[in-house]
């Protein structure tokens, strides 16, 4: 089955530049999304088509994906940003949606 | 506004049933296909089940729950569900339904919580 690696956990002070991966084979080649979810709460999609941004989303995010790797880029981190994030692409090869391992940021 | 709110979750044994339901509203639930997605505590999502938007002929499960878990939905109600039979410890989880555009989960529900403990 397809397998999508984010790191565990990424640190950032406010004002800076966050940017979170999601490592799949061949993802380049495969459309990806990303979803936000903050403590206690449901997910919330942030990015999808791989860069295209939902009404209600900040400019401030922005997404690419390439070669092996997908990226989600926060610019101007603030301590709203601070939650968890999964990215999420369709494997046409098994019939399944599969998420990322997630990624926890963290606003210093 | 769109809306969705799951019930039906709650305490169960290992090998008995439960069936999670998921009211709609806000939007047209038949032009949309549907999903579960289920969280662990303190871990991350995993998708369960999907179903097409139309008379619902069209779903497929997770490797995970097949044969154990089976999605339907009833559009005369904006109801989606899903039966989960044989339960494990495993399946212990917060239990999102989702909505499905194009080829995304745009609109999340808040959850219910299934515990399946002896």
């Known amino acids: 089955s397809y397998v999508l690696t984010q790191p565990p956990s990424v640190s950032v002070a406010p004002g800076k530049t966050a940017s979170i991966t999601c490592g799949g084979d061949?993802?380049?080649?495969?459309?990806v999304h990303w979803y936000q979810q903050r403590p206690g709460q449901a997910p919330v999609m942030v990015m999808y088509f791989d860069r295209d941004r939902p009404s209600g989303i900040p400019e401030r995010f922005s997404g690419s994906n390439s070669g092996d790797t997908a990226t989600l880029t926060i610019t101007r981190v603030e301590a709203g940003d601070e939650a968890d994030y999964y990215c999420?692409?369709?494997?046409?090869?098994?019939?399944?949606?599969?998420f990322g391992t997630g990624t926890k940021v963290t606003v210093l | 506004q769109e809306h969705l709110v799951e019930s039906g979750g709650g305490a169960v044994q290992p090998g008995r049933s439960l069936r999670l339901s998921c009211r709609a509203s806000g939007f047209v639930f038949s032009d949309f296909g549907m999903h579960w997605v289920r969280q662990a505590p303190g871990k991350g999502l995993e998708w369960v089940a999907g179903i097409w938007y139309e008379d619902g002929s069209n779903k497929y499960h997770a490797d995970s729950v097949k044969g154990r878990f089976s999605i339907s939905r009833e559009n005369s109600k904006n109801t989606l569900y899903l039966q989960m039979n044989s339960l494990r410890t495993e399946d212990t989880a917060i239990y999102y339904c989702?909505?499905?555009?194009?080829?995304?989960?745009?609109?999340w529900g808040q959850g219910t919580l299934v515990t399946v403990s002896s």
């Open positions: 061949s993802i380049g080649r495969k459309i």
């Open positions: 999420q692409v369709w494997d046409s090869s098994s019939d399944h949606h599969v």
């Open positions: 989702v909505r499905f555009h194009h080829e995304y989960f745009d609109w």
